[in-house]
């Protein structure tokens, strides 16, 4: 999609000024007392029928003869952190929040709360705990808890529209940047601001900017990491899909800061809803003058392109990314010389992840001070996490640094079904590790969680209940790394399998105590010895299970057993006679014929031919299928 | 059919990016996305424009998951097996579809009807345990659920 020049020439901001005349024109023409209805439209809600939510609505308000605006393809999964309960449908200006919205329902919203100003009770959300009803957004526990800085606009505005996000003050920080400050200055401000990256390794922002602006001159890049590829993490590509503008203009100001004229941003190829909003925004940001030459009559150019990810884990390491942009294979190099002196085409590159860049445009425009006054000493300012597996309220959330894991969890997440207590966290991605109860009121910050034995990554947080058994999920993150190994050093390449190999006999009932401590002296060498991060840390997730929860390692070596019922050869499944209704689901399922027993009548399972596939167990609507 | 279409489309592909190396990944992406596999009819074009040697272009075709060297089916299964969907079991879901299928692990059918893949994260975990049919999102599969997807693709 090309914009011709006659399109641009209309378009093109000249200056700060014209920017903020403009987005004076757009607040004024703005009625903040107008009924919208905002529709969420990220891929969780769309996955759930909310494109057919807005169709209903728009014909429903047609035939009620109403001229309100349904503003479609506004947010993301993480949205409203009700995605499991999507689609979710919000009437401003009141906030009024319903969830799980069908078309059917369509018509009564229109007549009741549109136009006879009455709430619809039986689409408001209830309160886990209490059943209360709760009628608008703010009342939500999950939200009252929350502090949004990079996710504020997102759900405000809707993304593919570049007016609403001037109107809610896009591009103000770059402006500020590229007409008041020097470069230099810039640099300061984000040093000054202490932030640190969001990706991972929490390495401070400005000081990396520093060492790449002293190469003087030259063609440098900047580049932005939207390789999320954590799994149980998705904070980057609601921010992409939601408010793609924070990330071009973040990307901007560090184009500016370091001296780069080009940013590149590489995105995974599994969020395409995430690239078109960012495509759509690059052509109006380039429209508005916005990135192109001589922005905002800087005389600063500047412009951004983007790489689709082809389905590589370790791209989301540095150097690796930055082979894989070059149309290499995504294998990392070692450092130094880091990307700072020698990255992108080895050329001097600043490399930051999705949440750094948007939290790059708020710090200039709202101030280094502002920012560094959110969070803690040594973490500042906030850190959207995605909080999902055993917890009510699964979405995303958004906390100042140093919050404790138990008012993530328990409170804003509405804690764990039918449980009071959560088993283990998981925080960091595969790199990280799990967290038990006991550490519930660990302050949720960069330093403490890896004096914990896991770490902040990027941000997705995976609750576990006492029904996940801790040996499967090392085994399981054990078994992703293997598989993402690019496979360039050995540590990493054959120390990873042995770990994993390890496992997979305990979660048999085999192996011995002195395995364990086998497993702590290879993870020692794994450490020492890979290349990259993704080497570097995979042990992890053994150590921390070890260190919090070695009765269950001990469970499975020495009893042959399975505490939380997960390990396939550790279990068994039976069938509860006083339950079970005899209505032959289970036994149509099971693809051994491993079940038996006459219609009406309690049936049986034979365990001789029970492969433990759990088709009975999901089968089953009376719950008479037991896993032991 | 896509494989018939490969004379008539690939020049056009080929043309939508200028002929350097950076822009192999982009090439294969598209190739893919148009024909569901990469020949090597195809990459040989591919490396005639970007001056990549073969060599380099299948070491990168084969480095990431998202290219394949053989052609899928016509219905193409994505099992998630983020960290969220591993906990609500999607780990059996996806055997129990590829025993049903008669696959011994992800791949394509011998019909060439389905080809069933398991991804790290699709970042729906709200919606856990996730599959993708055909690119849609089924949330909260189970495997009873899913099966009766597929084999509806099957009797189309």
Redo the contacts between chains.
Sequence with gaps: MQVTAKDTADLRLGSLEELEQLRGELRAAEDPDQTRIIVCHG??C???GSAGVTKALKAALAAAGEDIEVMPGIKT?GCHG???R?PLVIIKPKNIFYQQVKPGDAEEIVQKTIKAGETVERLLYEHPQTGEKIETTEDIPFYAGQQRVVLANIGQIDPTKIDDAFRVGAYAGAAKALTNMEPKEVIEAVINSGLRGRGGAGFPTGIKWNLAAKHEGGQKYVLCNAD???????MD?SVMEGDPHAVVEGMIIGGYAIGADTGYVYV????PLAIKHLEKALVDARAYGLLGENILGSGFNFDIRI??G????VCGEETALMR???????EPVPRPPYPSDKGLFGKPSVLNNVETWANVSRILDKGADWFAGLGTEKSKGTKVF?L???VNN??LVEVPMGIKLREIVMEIGGGVPGSDHFKAV?TGGPSGGCLPWQDADLPVDFDSLIAAGSMMGSG?M?V?DDR?CMVD?AK??LG?LEE?S?GKCFPCRLGVPRLRETLNRFSKGQGTVEDIDDLYSLAEAIKAGSLCALGGTAPNAVLSTLRYFRDEYEAHILEHRCPAGVCKDLITYSIDPEVCTGCRACAR?C?QNAVTGEKKKPHTIDESLCIR???CF??CKFGAVQVQ | MAQTAIDIDIDEIIERYPGKPEYLIFLLQDIQAAFNYISSEALTLVCDHTGVPEAQAYAVATFYNSFSLEPKGENLIHVCLGTACHLKGSGLIAENLMRKLGLDGPGTTEDLKYTVETVNCLGACALAPVALVNGDYQPKVTSPKLMKTVQKLGDE
Excluded: H, L, W
Excluded at chain 1, 310 to 313: E, H, I, L, P, T
């Design positions: 891929t969780g769309i996955a759930n999964t009700f995605c499991s999507g999320e590829g954590d799994p149980g993490a998705f590509r995974r190829a599994e969020y790489n689709r082809a389905g590589a884990f894989s942009v070059e149309g290499k294979v995504g995605a999902v597996g055993k699964v979405g998981q997705g995976i576990m996940d999920v399981y993150f992703f993402e690019c399922a693809p596939c759990g088709m999901e089968s």
